[in-house]
Structure formats: structure tokens, C-alpha cells
């Protein structure tokens, strides 16, 4: 039952790192029995202020107070004391532990306890707050749901009645979200009080009961759920009204069942060194003037699939046609010469895609040089060319002489993106095009693959919102441990159904 008095407190909270400022006198506070989710584009300070509140990171000013008094914690150690738990985006487990000895690890004599004993206390939280958990499975035996089980477990076990989660559904399946939130429900019922950090508004509107906003290390409101909607927490987020729609393009020149497919893959299958399959008989055709999102849990294949179809991986078997001609086993300049161009983004964008160190001009060079004439570079014709794709992108830079790791996230996949598309491709392969961007940035990156599938480019389009591949995509196809599932028309399917399919249900079972 909520009470109105608040249990935790931040009150002036202020954090910085060298020059930057990542909190400023930031004050929220959360009750027992109640969902805060803590709101704000990237680089707004979220993770920053609940690192503080977690023991993570010290404040350099304000206070944290916990049923009214003031606390300090110069360690995580400190805050589970206090009674304050953290479920991290990357869960913090071992893998070669069982869930037992992942929540046990912490205690006073290590592995040598009384494993009965702590069974019980487990099953005596799991049966409080509605969870399920194998003691005896290995972690890497579990999917993404029962390793987040996990870690809620790990913190509840150790006394936590204060629990912050950092977006906790971002690999998660639909169904694994919804028991999710039935978890953090009860919790709320059993005099819990909750901090959910996410960036997507209909899950804020779903599960929690009061909303923080953050913007640029600030605090700038904190609203009832019930009494707002999606369109003003964006426009508290980013300071101006933003239009949230996003646009499914309709199909470009090419993408009539009568057209020859663009891109062919059959029998597509890869294996490891230790010979597991990260591909298995994969199959799909995409026609130009059409978006194919991919669909799938962290580690499905996705990233297997992008760099074999690229060049950058061997394939054990099967077959990968552009037009008619097989490219399977060329090399990569080779592929994009034929007019196949691969923008991916991993969790690092600058690891793969763009040389942090350079500038935007040699960015844009590194794709281009290999087709001039003669020994030397002509760096007045790269300029140009730089210019011109911050000029049509909207790129935010002092100069393209600017070194790129300075940039924002979303404008340095502005960079890359319009780099990709500047080389006039008839397939453009896009991985995760989005990570870590801000509304507005993401928009724009949807606007653009849109502009590209009007004129009749091919789009393989992998991403990590489900709610954006249905509203984007032409197809959606779904890949569980390598193996394609499906494919479905997302104006008909419910995502309940392909959340089953991204669960290794095929499409048959599924239905």
C-alpha cells in the first residue's frame, strides 16, 4: 500500500566527471509500494543518478536519505545494506554458476554453505513475490527471462526492498515483459518500492505510478502516470513537441511479388570453431523497395547473419544471391562494388563502423579511396563530399574537419548511415541503426531508410524494438538460435505471436 510519505530521497543530488556534468542539483524521491520509472533521452544523467543511489558512484553534493535518514554509501556493499538492489542491463552473473550459487555467492562463507538451507530461503522469496527459478539450472543453460529472474532473486534474497532496474525489457520477449511486470506488480503490493529506468513510453505507461524526467543532467518534472500520455512525456524529455509516428513508407520500385528478388539467401548455415551453429538453414528472399526487419533475442544469429551476407564471415553452407549472381564467398570490396552496402552498428559503433580518430572527411574517404585514379587520395573531392552529406543529414559538427568521437551517438550514425547511403546501394544491410540514440535522432534514422526504400533499395533491417520493426518493417522475419521461425506481415500478426516465434516456437505453433 503506497504511503505519502517518500521512503527513499535524493535531494540536490550533483555529479560530474572532469568537465562534464552529468547530474545538477537533481531531486526525486520514491515511496514504498510504488513504480517510479525515471525518464530521459540518452546522456540525460539516469544511469548516472541511480549508479549513486546503487552505491556505484559517490555524489559530489546533495544527500540520499532512506526512511528519512541520511545516508552514505562508499560501495554496492553499502546500499544492499540499506536495503537497495540493482538489476543491471548486462546482468552480473556467472555462467558456469547455477541460479543457487549465483544468489548464495555473496554469502559469509562462500561456496561452503548449507545449500538446503538456502533452497529454502529462496523458494520462500520466490513463493512472496510470484517467481520462478530452477536452483540446479546452469546460467548458461537459461534464456534472457530466467537470468533476469535471477538477478531480481539475487537482491531480494539479500533483504533489498528498494529495487532499480536499468532497461530491464530491452531483450526481453513480449511474454517475458508481461511476467515481468506481474513480478514488479507484486512486488509493489508486498511494500516494495521500485525505480524502472526505460526509454519506452508505452511500457512507462503500463507499469508505473509516477514518472521523473530528466533532460541534460536535470530534473524538469515528476507526473502522475494516470493524468499524462506519451506526447507530453516527450516533449518534457526533449524540451519541444515531437511528432512519435513513424512511418511505413509504401513499397518502392521492385517489390512486386512478380519482381525478381534483389537478395536470395537459401540453406545459409554457420558454425563456430567448436562447431555450433550460429546460422542453421536460413532461408528469406527481400525484393527492393521493401524493409525485412529481423526479429530475435540477444545472440540469435543477427550479427552472424549481417557480416556472412557482407563478406566478413565464412559460411559452412548454402547460398546468398544478389540478382541472380552468388556472392557468397567474394570478398567484401568485392560485395560492395555490386552494389550491396552494409551500415552495421553494433553495441560499439566506432569499433566496426568508423575510425573514432579521424575526421568525417576521412570517414567518408575510407569507402571511397580504393576508387580513385592514381596514387593519391583527392582529398578536395572528399571534402565535398562530406559537406554534402552534413549538409542533406543534418549532421550537428563544427567542421568535417571534426574528429568524430566528439560527436553525439546520433551523429555519428548520421555519419555513418549517410556514408553508406551516399555509395548509391541497391541493398542496404542496417544493425541496430538506433542503439542508444535519443526520439528525435531515431526518427530521423527511420526517415532516411524510408527515403532509401522509395526509391526502390532493399532494407535489411535488424533491430531491437519489437514495437519499431512492426510499425517500420514490410516483413518481419524471426530468427531463435540461428533458426528462422518465421516470417509474418506485421499489419496482421500480433506480437504476442511473434514474441512465441522469438521463443523458438515455429509459425504453425505459434498460430
Do not use: W
Not at 186 to 212: F, P, W, Y
Amino acid at each position: 500500500m503506497t504511503t505519502d510519505a517518500p521512503y527513499v530521497e535524493l535531494r540536490g543530488i550533483t555529479k560530474s566527471f572532469g568537465s562534464v556534468r552529468a547530474n545538477r542539483a537533481v531531486s526525486l524521491s520514491v515511496r514504498r509500494g510504488e513504480i517510479l520509472a525515471l525518464l530521459g533521452e540518452n546522456g540525460s544523467g539516469k544511469s548516472t543518478l541511480v549508479n549513486m543511489l546503487s552505491g556505484i558512484y559517490t555524489p559530489d553534493s546533495g544527500s540520499i536519505l532512506i526512511g528519512g535518514k541520511e545516508v552514505s554509501f562508499a560501495s554496492p556493499d553499502d546500499a544492499i545494506r540499506s536495503g537497495i538492489g540493482m538489476v543491471h542491463q548486462h546482468f552480473k552473473l556467472v555462467s558456469v554458476m547455477t541460479a543457487l550459487e549465483n544468489i548464495a555467492v555473496g554469502e559469509k562463507g562462500g561456496f561452503f554453505t548449507d545449500n538446503k538451507k538456502i533452497s529454502e530461503r529462496i523458494y520462500q522469496v520466490e513463493k512472496r513475490f510470484g517467481l520462478v527459478t530452477n536452483p540446479d539450472k546452469k546460467v548458461y543453460n537459461m534464456s534472457v527471462g530466467e537470468k533476469q529472474t535471477v538477478e531480481i532473486l539475487k537482491v531480494l534474497y539479500r533483504g533489498a526492498n528498494v529495487l532499480i532496474l536499468d532497461e530491464p525489457t530491452a531483450v526481453l520477449t513480449p511474454q517475458e515483459t508481461d511476467r515481468l511486470f506481474d513480478i514488479l506488480r507484486k512486488m509493489r503490493d508486498e511494500d516494495c518500492a521500485i525505480v524502472i529506468i526505460t526509454h519506452k513510453l508505452n511500457e512507462v505507461m503500463a507499469i508505473s505510478d509516477r514518472v521523473t524526467v530528466l533532460r541534460k543532467g536535470e530534473s524538469v518534472g515528476t507526473v502522475i502516470t494516470a493524468e499524462t500520455n506519451p506526447r507530453q512525456l516527450t516533449e518534457l524529455m526533449v524540451g519541444e513537441p515531437v511528432d512519435l509516428s513513424i512511418e511505413r513508407a509504401a513499397p518502392g520500385p521492385g517489390s512486386s511479388p512478380e519482381d525478381a528478388p534483389m537478395l536470395s539467401v537459401e540453406g545459409l548455415t554457420v558454425t563456430d570453431e567448436e562447431g555450433i551453429r550460429l546460422l542453421d538453414s536460413v532461408s528469406f528472399e527481400l525484393r527492393g523497395g521493401e524493409i525485412l526487419g529481423v526479429a530475435g533475442v540477444a545472440g540469435s544469429g543477427q550479427k552472424e547473419l549481417c557480416e556472412t551476407i557482407a563478406g566478413l564471415q565464412k559460411a559452412g553452407s548454402g547460398s546468398v544471391r544478389f540478382l541472380g549472381d552468388e556472392v557468397l564467398g567474394h570478398t567484401p570490396r568485392d560485395i560492395i562494388k555490386k552494389g550491396i552496402s552494409m551500415s552495421f552498428i553494433p553495441e560499439d559503433r566506432l569499433g566496426m563502423g568508423l575510425v573514432a580518430g579521424m575526421d568525417i572527411v576521412d570517414n567518408v574517404l575510407l569507402k571511397s579511396y580504393n576508387g580513385t585514379p592514381g596514387p593519391f587520395v583527392d582529398r578536395a573531392a572528399g571534402r565535398a563530399h562530406a559537406e554534402r552529406i552534413v549538409r542533406d543529414y543534418d549532421i550537428a559538427t563544427p567542421s568535417v574537419s571534426h574528429v568524430v568521437k566528439k560527436l553525439s551517438g546520433g551523429n555519428i550514425q548520421k555519419v555513418l548511415l549517410g556514408r553508406e547511403i551516399e555509395l548509391s546501394p541497391r541493398l542496404l544491410i542496417t544493425a541496430y541503426p538506433v542503439r542508444g540514440l535519443d526520439i528525435g535522432a531515431s526518427i530521423t534514422i527511420y526517415d532516411m531508410l524510408n527515403e532509401q526504400k522509395k526509391k526502390g533499395v532493399a532494407i535489411l533491417f535488424i533491430g531491437e524494438d519489437l514495437d519499431v520493426l512492426m510499425e517500420l518493417s514490410d516483413r518481419v522475419m524471426v530468427l531463435n538460435n540461428g533458426r528462422v521461425t518465421g516470417i509474418v506481415d506485421p499489419r496482421k500478426a500480433a506480437k504476442e505471436d511473434i514474441g512465441l516465434l522469438m521463443m523458438g516456437h515455429r509459425a504453425e505453433e505459434a498460430s
